[in-house]
């Protein structure tokens, strides 16, 4: 994912929408990984692979709903259930900032 300037605001208002909805988000993610697991593991999803396409999709819904107005830049695309073996992203505090290496 490429960085987005999302201004101070933005930035801020981020980090709280996102704090608070990935107290429901993580908890169904891991439910959900438990019931399907056996095609998950078979699609190559370990649970931290499916916790952070769960998360880099929440994070691009997030930037092209309700923070649409402060995103100046191109806006990051949706990651299909198919390129799920590719995801890198790990859930982390500042989400989309730091690209995993």
């Given amino acids: 994912m490429k960085p987005i300037d999302l201004g101070v605001l933005g930035t801020v208002v981020f980090l709280l929408i996102r704090g608070v909805l990935m107290w429901v988000l993580v908890p169904l993610g891991v439910v959900i990984w438990l019931v399907s697991s056996p095609y998950l593991l078979w699609r190559g999803a370990g ?3 499916f916790l952070g396409w769960l998360d880099a999709n929440f994070i691009v819904l997030l930037l ?5 107005p402060f995103a100046d830049s191109e806006l990051p695309r949706w990651i299909p259930f198919r390129d799920i073996r590719l995801v890198r992203h790990r859930i982390g505090l500042a989400g989309p900032w730091k ?3």
């Avoid at 092209?64 to 649409?68: G, I, Y």
């Fill in 47 to 49: 649970l931290g692979r």
């Fill in 64 to 68: 092209r709903t309700l923070l649409r």
């Fill in 99 to 101: 690209p995993a290496r």
